[in-house]
């Protein structure tokens, strides 16, 4: 079985300000991660995966993630926002080749 | 590859209609999802198709629902009827395991409303 949890239904931030949102996992086996972005009106795109190697991963429009096992953690930071980030973003994990979603946070970005 | 293609984008319908979405996956995938997202419930993994063949419906709501994948090529999601509370986006989506790809593609979505 396989689980993830988003905390935060809602992040607001200043342009310019670190973004961090925060994803958990559970995963009866090593987990694939994943980070997807939804525009409005849009499908869901691949922001950055995490699958074996580096627990740094880094992903487009300066995007980046750390696998942490220990703590069953994938939070996605980015270290300057701007407006154009504001958006949707899914965490997702992959134990068994389904992927499994978390809620979604809505990144508001305020000038 | 033009990616995961979804038709319709809209589709406006009345209740007891009979509704009928599509799918085309990425050539060379062999699995298929279909979800549902609504405010309420998020992202729903309705059912999913690995070479063709459906592995697990059981995110189907109700019987009104069902899909088919008669090839490698196509797939449809179909409501019949349709009552208001099926209202929601509904997207496709493909993925492959070979080289070691694991993440899935993603349709545009058919935004469907039920009156």
């Known amino acids: 079985a396989q689980s993830v949890t988003q905390l935060g239904s809602h992040v607001s931030v200043s342009e310019g300000a670190l973004v961090l949102l925060r994803c958990n996992y559970s995963?009866?086996?090593?987990?694939?991660l994943f980070w997807y972005v939804q525009y409005p009106n849009q499908g869901l795109q691949l922001l950055l995966k995490?699958?074996?190697?580096?627990?740094l991963v880094k992903g487009i429009n300066g995007f980046e993630a750390e696998f942490k096992k220990s703590e069953t953690s994938f939070h996605l930071t980015k270290p300057s926002a701007h407006m154009s980030d504001a958006a949707e973003y899914f965490c997702?994990?992959?134990?068994?080749?389904?992927?499994?979603f978390g809620r979604g946070t809505s990144l508001i970005v305020h000038p | 590859d033009a990616g995961v293609i979804q038709s319709p984008r809209h589709e406006v319908t009345e209740m007891g209609q009979e509704v009928t979405l599509r799918c085309k996956p990425i050539?060379?995938?062999?699995?298929l999802f279909w979800y549902r997202q609504t405010m309420m419930r998020g992202l729903e993994l309705l059912i999913y198709?690995?070479?063709?063949?459906?592995?697990?419906d059981s995110g189907m709501p109700e019987d009104r629902f069902s899909a088919k994948m008669p090839n490698a090529s196509f797939s449809t999601l179909k409501i019949q009827p349709s009552e208001p509370r099926d209202s929601a986006v509904y997207f496709c989506?493909?993925?492959?395991?070979?080289?070691?790809?694991?993440?899935?593609?993603f349709g545009q979505g058919t935004r469907l409303t039920v009156v």
């Open positions: 995963s009866s086996v090593p987990p694939y």
């Open positions: 995490y699958t074996t190697g580096a627990t």
């Open positions: 050539s060379g995938h062999d699995y």
């Open positions: 997702a994990v992959t134990g068994s080749y389904i992927p499994t």
């Open positions: 989506a493909s993925s492959t395991l070979i080289r070691g790809n694991t993440e899935a593609f």
């Open positions: 198709f690995n070479n063709n063949v459906p592995i697990d």
